[in-house]
């Protein structure tokens, strides 16, 4: 089935540590998005790639690291510089302005 | 950076009414698009608009892309419980390259 999946849905670290969030998507779309999500609240961006090997800082993206060297993935780090990492952390595709997105995962930082 | 005001914030109402809700920008759109998202799920897809003055209907959703091209509204008709989430618009400007921008949502809420 084509789609745009994150892995996993649940993910618990200890504070101090980076951890990777994936996201990958078979659509064959260009621009990808990485979004968070706190309670009650909208969606805030985060990171966004247009292109392979290209991307751009969004509203929020000090204490987050990404990287785009494959069409289909765009992999966000959570670094240890991020001060409130714990949240729900959304990841979308898009062409010709339609954007899908994953499940999302929530990570829970202690 | 660029934000788009959706409103309102949160509605609640009773099973059967209809709902509405807008999106407005100070800068034009070239697409605009409504989503829902339910508890713990990534945002769903609705409705996309894609030229100025359409009116799109998707079952009991209605939204259209307004003709001065910087709002959009989204109209539920005859309120279910399944209808409670929060429902996002969003909107990308003239050039397809830039990123999509989304409204702060409105959380729908039904009543017993």
């Known amino acids: 089935d084509g789609g745009i999946t994150q892995s996993p849905k649940y993910l618990f670290r200890k504070e101090g540590q980076n951890v990777t969030l994936s996201c990958e998507q078979n659509?064959?779309?260009?621009?990808m998005y990485w979004y968070r999500q706190d309670p009650g609240q909208g969606l805030r961006l985060i990171y966004y790639?247009?292109?392979?090997?290209?991307?751009q800082k969004g509203d929020i993206a000090e204490g987050y690291s990404v990287s785009r060297e494959k069409k289909e993935s765009f992999p966000l780090t959570v670094t240890s510089a991020q001060k409130n990492p714990t949240a729900f952390y959304l990841c979308?595709?898009?062409?010709?302005?339609?954007?899908?997105f994953g499940q999302g995962t929530r990570l829970t930082v202690v | 950076g660029q934000q788009l005001n959706q409103s309102p914030q949160s509605m609640f109402i009773q099973e059967g009414e209809d709902v509405s809700m807008n999106c407005t920008s100070s800068?034009?759109?070239?697409?605009w698009l409504w989503y829902k998202q339910d508890p713990g799920e990534g945002p769903v897809l609705l409705i996309a608009?894609?030229?100025?003055?359409e009116l799109t209907s998707n079952g009991r959703l209605t939204a259209q892309f307004g003709i001065t091209r910087k709002d959009s509204f989204l109209n539920i008709s005859a309120s279910i419980p399944s209808d409670v989430g929060i429902y996002f618009c969003?909107?990308?400007?003239?050039?397809?390259?830039?990123?999509?921008?989304f409204g702060k949502g409105t959380r729908l809420h039904i009543l017993p």
């Open positions: 979308a595709s898009s062409i010709t302005g339609e954007a899908f």
């Open positions: 659509l064959n779309h260009d621009a």
């Open positions: 790639s247009q292109i392979v090997n290209d991307f």
């Open positions: 800068s034009i759109f070239n697409t």
């Open positions: 608009l894609y030229k100025a003055g």
């Open positions: 969003a909107g990308q400007r003239l050039n397809r390259d830039d990123k999509i921008i």
